[in-house]
């Protein structure tokens, strides 16, 4: 993407551009959005702030097949800064013990992972949404989070080993026979 330093008046045809570019793309940008804070409410929140400096820039905005891989730079960046900037005054008290997830059923492995992921610190988070769910080579989410190809790989290494540690070793192994169980059904 390219972003010059001055800005330009928008115009109704880059209004419709831009409407276009939101309609296609805020599924997507709000899933990823959904993955990085854990809850639909505040990935609400990320992907309109994420929008709205998109739209900002929309006139320096290179509008190319470049586009998505822009817009989720915008969102992994919008969420980091905002973790960084609201990390000293969010405070998350409760005097309620958290629920344990049933394993009996299908489907709560889903949630059982993303529980997990939400618990990783942001940066982590960013880098195995990026690597393992968009993914993205070392080299391209490197270049998204701004940051060096060593930096990813040690919040990989450092993510994954988080989630094995917060979801116990039988985890991988329930999942694996239980979606076995599920192909073997389904033929």
């Given at each position: 993407m390219r972003a010059s330093d001055t800005p330009m008046p928008t115009t109704e045809h880059d209004d419709e551009a831009f409407r276009r570019c939101f309609a296609e793309h805020v599924e997507s940008v709000r899933f990823t959005a959904r993955l990085l804070c854990g809850d639909w409410h505040r990935a609400e929140d990320l992907t309109q702030a994420a929008f709205l400096k998109v739209y900002l820039a929309w006139s320096r905005v290179d509008q190319t097949d470049q586009l998505s891989r822009y817009l989720r730079q915008v969102v992994v960046r919008t969420f980091l800064s905002e973790r960084r900037r609201l990390w000293r005054r969010r405070e998350w008290l409760t005097?309620?013990?958290?629920?344990?997830?049933?394993?009996?059923?299908?489907?709560?492995?889903?949630?059982?992972?993303?529980?997990?992921?939400?618990?990783?610190?942001?940066?982590?988070?960013?880098?195995?949404?990026?690597?393992?769910?968009?993914?993205?080579?070392?080299?391209?989410?490197?270049?998204?989070?701004g940051c060096s190809p060593g930096t990813v790989k040690s919040q990989s290494s450092k993510g994954l080993a988080s989630l094995r540690s917060r979801l116990g070793g039988s985890f991988a192994e329930r999942v694996v026979s239980t979606s076995r169980r599920t192909v073997t059904d389904d033929a």
């Amino acid at each position: 993407m390219r972003a010059s330093d001055t800005p330009m008046p928008t115009t109704e045809h880059d209004d419709e551009a831009f409407r276009r570019c939101f309609a296609e793309h805020v599924e997507s940008v709000r899933f990823t959005a959904r993955l990085l804070c854990g809850d639909w409410h505040r990935a609400e929140d990320l992907t309109q702030a994420a929008f709205l400096k998109v739209y900002l820039a929309w006139s320096r905005v290179d509008q190319t097949d470049q586009l998505s891989r822009y817009l989720r730079q915008v969102v992994v960046r919008t969420f980091l800064s905002e973790r960084r900037r609201l990390w000293r005054r969010r405070e998350w008290l409760t005097d309620a013990v958290p629920e344990r997830a049933d394993h009996g059923r299908p489907g709560t492995d889903r949630l059982v992972l993303l529980a997990a992921l939400a618990k990783l610190p942001a940066r982590q988070r960013a880098v195995l949404v990026l690597r393992y769910w968009h993914d993205l080579g070392v080299k391209e989410t490197a270049t998204v989070l701004g940051c060096s190809p060593g930096t990813v790989k040690s919040q990989s290494s450092k993510g994954l080993a988080s989630l094995r540690s917060r979801l116990g070793g039988s985890f991988a192994e329930r999942v694996v026979s239980t979606s076995r169980r599920t192909v073997t059904d389904d033929a």
